[in-house]
């Protein structure tokens, strides 16, 4: 058995030893626009991709700048190498945890130049959380006992084809990385 994996683009992916050299835009986004938010317990298809655009989206509608929109449009980029894990499963895997830190630091460190401060990561936090807030009470229809985050783009949950999300993801990631904005 191979002990890397082979991306869409063809890259042989070794994730137990990441080489952001490896790291490919497209890859991301793809792969982003096909996995499931919830392990797929949802009651309609809403990937990965498309809540990680919802939060790019956020954080420039509040004022947060290209560099943080662009950490939240890539902050789930892990799981197109290492799979999306619930978040109650991943608390008890700490090892996973490390290697989730580590790979996504390789793609801070590859597309925004460096990993993120402790501001910036509290950020990223504060909107993550507060889609999740959203995922768990539209698309599990779990509710919630904190109140609804207040926030300037709300999630549309309508199905969409991966092919528009990929795109999508793909061009507001060329909006957001290019310096002349």
Same mark, same amino acid.
């Given at each position: ?20 050299a490896?790291f ?5 986004a793809h792969?982003?626009?096909?996995? !499931?938010?919830g392990?797929?317990h ?6 990965v991709?498309?809540? =990680?655009? !919802? !939060?790019?989206?956020?954080a420039?509608?509040?004022?947060l700048?290209?560099r943080?929109?662009?950490? =939240?449009?890539?902050h789930?980029?892990g799981? =197109? ?12 895997l ?7 830190d580590?790979m996504?630091?390789?793609i801070?460190?590859?597309?925004l130049g ?18 999740l807030w959203y ?20 999630p %549309?949950?309508?199905?969409?084809p ?8 793909? %061009? ?9 904005i």
């Amino acid at each position: 058995m191979a002990e890397y994996i082979r991306t869409y683009s063809g890259v042989r992916f070794y994730p137990t030893e990441p080489d952001s050299a490896g790291f490919r835009i497209e890859d991301i986004a793809h792969a982003l626009s096909l996995i !499931c938010r919830g392990n797929g317990h949802v009651h309609s298809f809403w990937s990965v991709g498309e809540h =990680c655009i !919802c !939060c790019a989206k956020e954080a420039q509608a509040r004022g947060l700048g290209n560099r943080m929109a662009l950490a =939240c449009l890539l902050h789930d980029a892990g799981e =197109c190498y290492l799979s999306d894990i619930p978040r109650p499963f991943k608390k008890s895997l700490p090892e996973y945890r490390e290697q989730e830190d580590r790979m996504l630091d390789l793609i801070f460190e590859k597309f925004l130049g460096s990993g993120l401060t402790e501001e910036e990561q509290q950020n990223l936090k504060k909107i993550d959380d507060d889609f999740l807030w959203y995922d768990l009470e539209i698309l599990l229809e779990e509710p919630q006992s904190l109140p609804e985050p207040a926030v300037h783009v709300k999630p %549309d949950y309508r199905v969409r084809p991966f092919e528009e999300v990929e795109r999508e993801y793909l %061009d507001l990631f060329r909006k957001l990385s290019d310096p002349g904005i």
